[in-house]
């Protein structure tokens, strides 16, 4: 699965995305997960416990194994990323600045 993201993404849109994504998941099993942020210019702060903690765990027991994340290019946007990853023990997940490292990287798993 690749989810491509744009914009800024307020805390309540980055939810109701994410649960999208868990659905699709449920829905349409799948191991892999490639996040693309490149075209993110803000993130969302009041979500990052629940994406770390929550989500991640929910997309564990959907049968997601790996989670590709490419990074936009925005500083503070790495940051929550970094963060949201830092709550998460449920899948394994890898940061890349391309898409391409990104989609290499999956291939190996």
Not at 42 to 63: C, N, P
Not at 74 to 103: L, M
């Given at each position: 699965?690749i989810?491509?993201?744009?914009?800024?993404?307020?805390?309540?849109?980055?939810?109701?995305?994410c649960?999208?994504?868990?659905?699709?998941?449920?829905?349409?099993?799948?191991?892999?997960?490639?996040?693309?942020?490149?075209?993110?210019?803000?993130?969302?702060?009041?979500?990052?416990?629940?994406?770390?903690?929550?989500?991640?765990?929910?997309?564990?027991?959907?049968?997601?194994?790996?989670?590709?994340?490419?990074?936009?290019?925005?500083?503070?946007t790495?940051?929550?990323?970094?963060?949201?990853?830092?709550?998460?023990?449920?899948?394994?997940?890898?940061?890349?600045?391309?898409?391409?490292?990104?989609?290499?990287?999956?291939?190996?798993?």
């Amino acid at each position: 699965m690749i989810a491509e993201w744009s914009g800024f993404l307020s805390a309540a849109v980055a939810k109701i995305e994410c649960i999208r994504m868990l659905e699709c998941l449920q829905e349409h099993p799948v191991t892999k997960v490639l996040n693309c942020n490149k075209k993110v210019t803000g993130h969302y702060a009041g979500a990052i416990d629940w994406v770390g903690k929550v989500w991640f765990s929910e997309l564990q027991k959907a049968g997601l194994k790996y989670f590709a994340w490419v990074y936009s290019p925005e500083f503070y946007t790495q940051v929550g990323t970094d963060e949201v990853i830092s709550f998460n023990d449920s899948v394994s997940v890898e940061t890349f600045y391309s898409f391409e490292n990104a989609y290499q990287w999956l291939l190996t798993k």
